[in-house]
């Protein structure tokens, strides 16, 4: 990535871990000089109750480059909820930042012409979990947003992936129709025998 870009954008999910950790950002990256740099500076200064706009921070007192803006996708209102994403999430977006750039992703020459916005999602369950682990949740969020930002700038899935395995894929959360489920499984040669129930829709 060592041309001038205007924008990328990519995103990743990891998941794997206790109810709630799974991390999903997605990321625009562009150059400071341009549409993407007045975007990123209305970003900080058009702050919304419950959707506040803060800077990746390793510790207070401590942002990266390049310059990272969080926007959580959930309403905050819950001051527990409050202090994880603006804490373990936090530290991890940071992390993921550097990640990026000590695998070279985003080149380290590049790091003061660069910005980032980070979307986030926090499963809101983490509030009410007394048993959270910090550090899976911390090493997730760190992992999904390297993985993020890895994607944007290679501008991974390529169209001809995608092109390639569009009708191989099925979004996770698709209702899908239980015999297009039959017919996928029908394509993938598979010799396990399944018995579907479609009226009672059971398996």
Known sequence: MSEKITLRVGEALVAGGPPG???EPEVVIG???????TAFANLMGNQTKGHSKVLAILNTDIMVR????MVSKVTVNDNRYT?????????A???GVLDSIRSNDIPKDK?????????????????????????ILFDIHRRATANAIKKA??????????????????????????LHILHLLLK?????????NIEKGKK
């Not at 150059?31 to 740099?37: C, L, N, V």
């Not at 390049?66 to 803006?69: G, L």
């Not at 700038?153 to 239980?178: A, M, R, T």
């Open 83 to 91: 202090n994880i994403l603006m804490g373990t999430v936090q530290a």
């Open 66 to 69: 390049p310059p990272t803006i």
């Open 31 to 37: 150059e400071m000089e341009g549409p993407f740099g």
């Open 153 to 178: 700038v290679n501008d991974e899935p390529s169209i001809d992936w995608l092109l390639e395995n569009q009708e191989k894929i099925v979004h996770k959360y698709y209702q899908i129709p239980y």
């Open 21 to 23: 950790t799974a991390a």
């Open 111 to 135: 790091v003061n012409e660069l910005g980032i916005i980070v979307s986030v999602w926090l499963n809101p369950s983490v509030s009410k979990d007394d048993d959270l682990d910090h550090k």
């Open 188 to 196: 993938k040669n598979k010799s396990t025998f399944i018995y579907i």
């Open 93 to 95: 977006i940071a992390n």
